[in-house]
C-alpha cells in the first residue's frame, strides 16, 4: 500500500473513534471555552498584579495540553481493542510504515488544531483585557502562538508513543495526567531548576515573554522534541519486536 494512502486511512480511523476525535476538538473547546470564562471575569484584576503579560495570554493551555495528550493515547490506544492492530498489519504488513503514518497523522491533527486553538484563544482573551491588552506584535506572543501548537502536537506524540510502548491508553492517561496537573510542579519544588527540563515544564517555556533562567523558549522546545523522540522511538521498538 502506498504512503498516502496509509496516511488517508490513518486519518478516517482518528475520525471514525469517538474518543480520539472527541479528544482532538477538545484541545481547541477547552482551551477557547477557559480563555472566554476567565479573561472577562478576572482577567484584567490578574494583569494589575503584573507578571508575564503573554504567558498569562496563553493560561488556557495548561488545560488544553491534557487534552492533547487524551488525544495522543487515545487515536493509539484503539488499535489495542479487539485485536485491531491485527486487522491493521493484515491490510499494511510494514509495522515501520503503519507506524510511521500514524505518528505522522497525530502529529499533523494535533499541530493543526493546536495552531488554530493557540491563535484564537489569544485574540479571544485580549479582547477582554481592556487597557492590557497586548496584541501579536508584543515581543514574544507570535513566538508563543506557533511555539504552543507545537508544544500541543509534542505532547500528543509524546503520549501516542508512550500509549504503544505500555499498549494502554489508560495506563498512559493515569500516569501523564497527574504528572502534568500536580507531580512536575511538586518534583520542581524539590529538583529546583532541573524540573525545567521535564517534558511540560520545558515546552511551557516557549510560551513565556521572557523565559526564566534556563532552558530558554526554543531551546525548551527542543528538550520535549527530546522527550517525544525517545518516546516514539520506544513505541517503534515495541511495534517492531511484540506481536499484534
Known amino acids: ?118 491563535f484564537a484563544s489569544f485574540l479571544a482573551g485580549q479582547a477582554f483585557m481592556g487597557k492590557y491588552a497586548i496584541g501579536l506584535g508584543e515581543p514574544g506572543a507570535l513566538r508563543a502562538c506557533f511555539g504552543g501548537a507545537v508544544l500541543l502536537a509534542l505532547m500528543a506524540l509524546f503520549a501516542a508513543g508512550l500509549t504503544v510502548l505500555l499498549r494502554s491508553g489508560v495506563a498512559v492517561l493515569s500516569l501523564l495526567i497527574p504528572f502534568t496537573l500536580i507531580a512536575s510542579f511538586v518534583i520542581g519544588d524539590v529538583a529546583g531548576g532541573a524540573a525545567k527540563y521535564l517534558p511540560d515544564q520545558a515546552g511551557r517555556q516557549v510560551l513565556y515573554q521572557n523565559a526564566p533562567g534556563t532552558p530558554g523558549p526554543w531551546t525548551g522546545l527542543a528538550v520535549l522534541a527530546l522527550w517525544a523522540a525517545a518516546a516514539l522511538l520506544a513505541g517503534w521498538w515495541a511495534i517492531r519486536r511484540r506481536d499484534a
Open 1 to 118: 500500500m502506498s504512503t498516502s494512502a496509509v496516511l488517508h486511512s490513518e486519518w478516517i480511523k482518528i475520525r471514525s473513534v469517538r474518543a480520539g476525535f472527541g479528544s482532538l476538538i477538545a484541545v481547541f473547546a477547552v482551551s477557547l471555552g477557559t480563555t472566554l470564562i476567565v479573561f472577562p471575569t478576572v482577567g484584567q484584576s490578574q494583569a494589575e498584579n503584573g507578571g508575564d503579560p503573554v504567558l498569562a495570554a496563553f493560561y488556557a493551555l495548561n488545560f488544553a495540553q491534557i487534552a492533547a495528550i487524551s488525544f495522543g493515547a487515545t487515536a493509539v490506544s484503539s488499535e489495542y481493542l479487539n485485536h485491531a492492530l491485527r486487522v491493521s498489519l493484515w491490510a499494511v504488513p510494514r509495522r515501520g510504515q503503519l507506524y510511521g503514518a500514524k505518528m505522522a497523522v497525530i502529529g499533523g491533527a494535533a499541530l493543526a488544531v493546536g495552531l488554530v486553538t493557540t
